[in-house]
């Protein structure tokens, strides 16, 4: 996977697991990199599918954790690396 921009602006949606009834989470930041922390380390509980998307991409799943765990991966990462769960394989 090439190096994305990680200081792109990015918009993160988010949706609740099959049957929840809950709506649609929708941020915006000011760069990819602070997406990406939000959704491997912040995302609520209960979120099952996220998705990263800036002007010229679009990341979800396995490759939003690839993207925190990249070497250039320009932000501090948590001190214990949480797995969000859309993030497993």
Known sequence: MPVPDYSAPAEVYATPGRGARRA????KFPSLAEAVRFVIED?????M????????DR??????RALYDAEQYPLPRASVRPTHKEARP
């Not at 649609?24 to 941020?27: A, D, I, N, P, S």
């Not at 995302?43 to 979120?47: F, N, Q, R, S, T």
Request: net charge negative; proline share 4%; no cysteine.
């Open 24 to 27: 649609m989470l929708y941020r």
């Open 49 to 56: 599918h996220a998705l990263a998307e800036t002007d010229d």
């Open 59 to 64: 990341f979800e799943g396995t490759s939003l």
């Open 43 to 47: 995302l609520p509980e209960g979120m």
